[in-house]
């Protein structure tokens, strides 16, 4: 059985000089910005707010909201369930067509206030090894607890859309074992709606009821 | 001296095993650091905390001030105004003795594995980048959001002979050829300014500028000029006093080179004379223990700028757990997400109303400062800077959008 390695990432955010003040240049950048952007805008806060609860939504879900006051709009983009998104491409998509029915149906074009322009980044990804390897379910379970919540992140988050698997390192590494039945548990997780605190500990409590039966 | 071990009780081992690892990649290799002065300013504060703290993590790192002379200040210190939005003009005689100066510099110093130099003053050295070798980056802790197009242009010509540009906010970014990396600035959280204070300490300070501690204080620690705002701040605490029991807090020094800043602080002061809940102290330079005090005392911390470069006091009053209200500019966005970890504002009433609000609803208050507390943690202490800078050392031997280190 090959052992499951936990590694950690590290974002370096660059700065695109891309900036939008109002709906039509926001569409025109998530258009035309590299994936790694999508993906910084629609991962940053999972990574910086992992403590809070609720999560706030999006980057671009939060600037429509706070920054143009359009509620409506903002709740939508905020809503995109990121985790049913195979790739970054089809979630730019999901993005572009949400903001193309809003303003074909509108005439509003509400402008950010100075200061307040939506500035376009994209992370540059650093992973690193750590020192926890686990041999067996019970002692992931045991490193699940201890790791830092940037490695949950890269395993979870960064494995599946970032690095385009199909589904997060835990579930693979689960049904090469033959655990079929968890890994389709962890699977089915909408990791997008804990915090990564609560994530950790949804995971733990899964793998450790998988052992218990 | 600090010790990067003094941190661990506050960002845990796991964030300075971190900063140790990355370390190792950048083994056996030189950086140097060029700015423009040794002492004074926000740039020779960093750097003074950094470079002791790179070299404790085994990477070897120096620190060289360029020389110059008055007229070479003069023409900097234009340089500067001009890149805030200042009008100002330059002649050609000026532009050729910045570039001798920095030429002239260039003969005395020795460049190492990564140049990092910061701010324009010594931008030009990167004139040497071909026969002195190595990796440069152009460090720029100024907010750029709007040039002066001239001065922009001249600079422009050196950022893009850099390897790569940092700036300290996405505002400050340009349409450049070279990579631009974000880097924002840091509290230290062991220094007289942000480290813990015995309660008995923070009595002491309270009384003798005679501010009753039982009584709801909210404060705003600024220079008395007019881009602080003062006067809007002291028209949000009467519009919210009319329905809470409430102190004002306005302290700081003043702002030496502001035209404006002796008007401003008179009014203040007539102000502050007229109400005796409202405190207007004018602090000596050597004044971080008291700012500690005050802000670690105060119910709410405000900081209603009109402008901002990064606004790093928001980040030293969410360090201490303080709901902080703050105006929606410069680099204050990026460091509390509103209702969340603080409060955006963007008027004088709104800033009454949350004040209000955070008064009366005090256990929301108390999250909000414990959230902002947990994002600075996080995003804006001395250790994400060195991480960031370790980062930035190593990408430069890197390419592709991930790296397997």
């Known amino acids: ?213 | 001296m600090r010790q990067i071990e003094d941190y661990i009780p506050i960002v845990g081992q796991g964030t300075v095993d971190e900063l140790l690892q990355l370390a190792r990649h950048l083994d056996k290799k030189v950086i140097v650091n060029i700015n423009s002065t040794a002492v004074g300013g926000g740039v020779a504060e960093i750097l003074s905390r950094m470079i002791p703290l790179l070299n404790q993590l085994g990477v070897q790192s120096r620190w060289d001030v360029l020389k110059g002379d008055e007229k070479f200040f003069v023409i900097t210190k234009k340089f500067h105004n001009g890149l805030h939005g200042v009008r100002v003009e330059i002649t050609n005689d000026e532009y050729e003795w910045f570039i001798e100066v920095n030429r002239q510099n260039a003969k005395n110093l020795s460049f190492g594995d990564i140049v990092m130099v910061h701010d324009p003053q010594p931008i030009a050295l990167v004139e040497q980048r071909a026969t002195a070798g190595g990796k440069w980056v152009w460090r720029c802790h100024i907010d750029f959001s709007d040039p002066d197009q001239k001065i922009w242009s001249f600079l422009e010509q050196y950022v893009n002979q850099y390897g790569s540009a940092v700036f300290s906010a996405p505002a400050f970014a340009r349409q450049l050829s070279i990579p631009q990396i974000l880097v924002p600035p840091s509290i230290d959280p062991l220094s007289d300014k942000n480290k813990e204070l015995p309660e008995s300490t923070i009595d002491e300070v309270f009384a003798r500028f005679k501010i009753d501690r039982s009584r709801p204080i909210v404060t705003q620690i600024s220079r008395f000029d007019y881009l602080k705002d003062p006067l809007g701040v002291i028209r949000a605490f009467k519009l919210a006093k009319k329905h809470v029991d409430l102190q004002l807090v306005l302290a700081g020094g003043g702002a030496t080179d502001d035209p404006e800043g002796p008007v401003i602080m008179q009014q203040v002061q007539e102000e502050a004379s007229s109400d005796r809940d409202i405190f207007a102290l004018f602090l000596p330079p050597a004044s971080d223990i008291e700012i500690n005090a005050l802000q670690r005392g105060s119910t709410i911390v405000l900081q209603k700028s009109l402008k901002e470069g990064f606004g790093l006091t928001v980040s030293e009053a969410m360090w201490k757990g303080k709901p902080t209200i703050a105006s929606a500019v410069g680099g204050i966005p990026l460091q509390i997400t509103h209702k969340y970890s603080g409060i955006l504002t963007h008027s004088i009433e709104g800033t009454a109303y949350w004040i209000k609000q955070l008064i009366n609803e005090s256990e929301y208050a108390k999250r909000l400062g414990a959230n902002g507390k947990q994002h600075i943690r996080q995003n804006f202490l001395i250790t994400r800077h060195l991480k960031d800078y370790l980062l930035l050392f190593i990408s430069l031997f890197h390419e592709g959008n991930i790296v397997y280190l």
């Open chain 1, 1 to 213: 059985m090959a052992p499951f390695h936990f590694k950690t990432k590290l974002d370096q955010p660059h700065l695109l000089g891309k900036k939008a003040s109002n709906l039509p240049e926001l569409l025109s950048g998530i258009q035309s910005v590299p994936l790694a952007s999508i993906y910084h805008h629609t991962h940053r806060y999972l990574r910086q707010h992992h403590f809070l609860s609720p999560e706030p939504p999006n980057d671009f879900g939060y600037w429509i909201t706070e920054a143009l006051n359009e509620a409506l709009l903002g709740e939508r983009i905020s809503s995109v369930d990121i985790v049913h998104f195979a790739t970054l491409e089809e979630l730019r998509d999901a993005f572009t067509q949400i903001l193309q029915d809003h303003l074909k149906a509108t005439e509003r074009s509400p402008t950010a206030p100075a200061g307040q322009e939506f500035h376009f980044i994209a992370a540059r990804t650093y992973v690193l090894a750590t020192p926890y390897v686990a041999q067996t379910p019970s002692e992931l379970c045991t490193l699940l607890k201890q790791v830092d919540i940037s490695s949950l992140h890269f395993h979870i988050f960064e494995a599946r859309l970032g690095l385009g698997n199909k589904e997060n390192d835990f579930s693979r590494w689960f049904r090469e074992l033959g655990r079929t039945e968890l890994a389709d548990k962890i699977t089915r997780l909408d990791p997008y709606t804990h915090t990564l605190e609560g994530l950790r500990n949804t995971l733990v409590q899964l793998v450790s009821a998988d052992e218990a039966d």
